[in-house]
């Protein structure tokens, strides 16, 4: 088992205190997992849930087991309807409510496991056992196909994995207190091992499931996960955007402040005042490779390049990245613009990421007040600069006058090393409203050089959710690529004048942070009228 897929993960094992139950919490806390142990009623689902968020200062779930369970024997002249129903809400409705709370909460690459038994298949007819078990084997047979059911639904929407373990006879103390005659036929007849199992042998399967390497495209029906999977491990013959691999991810859109959102200002660069509610919408991202002309930064307001560059190699050094790297952008993107008629090209600024969001998330578990302006992913949509902050921008840095000529803010993003994880996604602009936007003014908080805390307020566009939004990504993005999109054009004549952009997380991404470049250009089309 590697470690590294499940250290840190948030998990919800119901009925941990002994069995099986427990000894998965025990696998699962050595592999560096942060577990909720609980016993659930059918009453407090949602309680479970948001004390576990709160417990752990987070904002989604990776791993629910359900694994506490009803437990009895009866036969047909001594059931009752309490005990009926006693079976039915441990082994199917408790599973079934923390499951639909979960789902709310859940993140992409999550799993859920439930634990079932053999007896859901294989009625036990041995004494003193025969005849007395068929509650429970019915209600832990409802649980396998209300699994299955479950994933038919949401697995691969939520890109996520729902499983049931149905082990037989397990050496749990409840068992072992049982007669020796009954456990030997139990271990003789239940396994080709001819002995009983154990609970770590359980929980062994559990962790696998829950993250393990080999077990991520595994789901309760074959195939669920494949929309999640397939543009990673199938080729495609690419005849139109139809075509195109795809895969489903979460983009985190602009949540209203009545809704629990941020609000229209915030302070970013204190990592305690960071907005974390969203309105986290699962869409199709489409890989465009294959298809690049079909996108123009014109009319897309994006377009993808061929363009090599030893930048890697000294893009720590930024006195030789302003250098060397602005005027070989500056060549680059006057090049690739030549279409559209730009004349000059000027690079404003850039920016170096190599650190992941956990990093940052780490500044804030440790002090909600620091300084936290760590060049990461940006994991939700937006465009860098609203009008009026186009317009601050280019109020302090104006090379030639913008009253008089058509001008545009093109960023130009560069992966320094492949991209395996939080890649960027474009949304094309033709798919995007102008009502979709939200304009929000950010604090921008950060040490300076001389060592004293700045404050700078940038005014940016968020994006509300739309379903008619259309968005795209270069899989597997590498060093001699170059993603172009617009953040601001002056031209008001129905081209397009931005580009929304997100980092999303891959739905089984691991690995290194990812490494990237980005330059902000001002361009100029000199002769053009500026509106």
Request: glycine fraction near 8%; hydrophobic fraction near 40%; aromatic fraction near 8%.
């Amino acid at each position: 088992m590697d470690a590294r897929s499940l250290h840190g993960k948030i998990a919800i094992i119901t009925g941990a205190s002994r069995g099986i139950g427990k000894a998965i919490a025990i696998e699962f806390a050595r592999q560096g997992v942060k577990g909720a142990p609980e016993t659930v009623s059918n009453d407090y689902a949602d309680g479970v849930i948001k004390a576990t968020l709160e417990a752990f200062d987070t904002y989604g779930i990776d791993i629910l087991v359900n694994n506490a369970a009803g437990m009895g024997l009866g036969k047909m002249g001594q059931v009752t309807p309490e005990l009926f129903h006693y079976f039915y809400d441990w082994n199917v409705l408790a599973p079934y409510l923390l499951t639909q709370s979960v789902l709310g909460v859940i993140r992409q690459g999550g799993s859920i496991v439930n634990i079932s038994s053999l007896a859901a298949r294989v009625p036990s007819h041995q004494p003193p056992m025969s005849g007395s078990l068929t509650l429970y084997c019915a209600s832990k047979a409802a649980l396998e196909h209300q699994t299955r059911c479950l994933a038919a639904a949401y697995a691969a929407e939520k890109c996520i994995t729902m499983n049931v373990i149905a082990p037989g006879a397990i050496g749990t103390d409840a068992m072992l207190a049982q007669p020796e005659e009954m456990l030997y036929r139990l271990g003789k007849c239940a396994t080709v091992a001819e002995r009983l199992g154990t609970p770590e042998e359980v929980a062994d399967v559990a962790t696998w499931l829950a993250g393990g390497v080999g077990a991520r495209w595994i789901n309760a029906l074959p195939g669920l996960s494949f929309d999640c999977a397939r543009s990673q491990h199938t080729s495609y013959k690419r005849l139109g955007m139809e075509d195109l691999p795809r895969i489903r991810a979460t983009i985190n859109y602009y949540l209203a402040p009545d809704e629990g959102g941020h609000g229209t200002h915030y302070e970013l660069g204190v990592s305690g005042t960071v907005p974390g509610q969203r309105d986290s919408r699962v869409v199709w991202i489409t890989d465009i490779h294959g298809c690049e002309k079909e996108f123009d930064i014109e009319t897309s307001g994006f377009a993808l390049h061929k363009h090599a560059s030893d930048i890697s190699v000294y893009s720590a050094n930024e006195e030789k990245v302003r250098k060397k790297y602005y005027p070989e952008m500056e060549d680059f993107l006057l090049q690739s613009l030549q279409h559209t008629g730009a004349t000059r090209v000027f690079v404003m600024g850039h920016i170096t990421r190599r650190h992941s969001v956990g990093e940052v998330d780490e500044i804030r578990s440790r002090d909600p007040r620091a300084a936290a302006m760590i060049p990461h992913p940006t994991m939700f949509a937006h465009i860098d600069q609203s009008y009026a902050g186009a317009r601050a921008v280019l109020s302090g840095w104006t090379p030639i006058d913008p009253s008089k000529h058509r001008h545009a803010i093109v960023n130009a993003w560069r992966p320094l090393k492949t991209v395996h994880r939080d890649p960027l996604a474009v949304c094309d602009a033709r798919s995007v409203a102008e009502s979709d936007l939200e304009e929000v003014k950010v604090a921008l908080r950060f040490e300076s050089s001389e060592g004293e805390m700045v404050q700078r307020v940038n005014t940016t566009w968020e994006v509300k959710a739309n379903p008619a939004h259309k968005w795209y990504w270069p899989k597997q993005m590498t060093p001699d690529e170059v993603l172009l999109f617009k953040c601001f054009d002056s031209k008001e004549d129905g081209r397009a004048r931005w580009a929304p952009h997100s980092a999303f997380q891959l739905p089984l991404q691991d690995g290194s942070p990812r490494e990237s470049i980005e330059v902000r250009a001002l361009v100029y089309w000199e002769g053009q009228e500026p509106v």
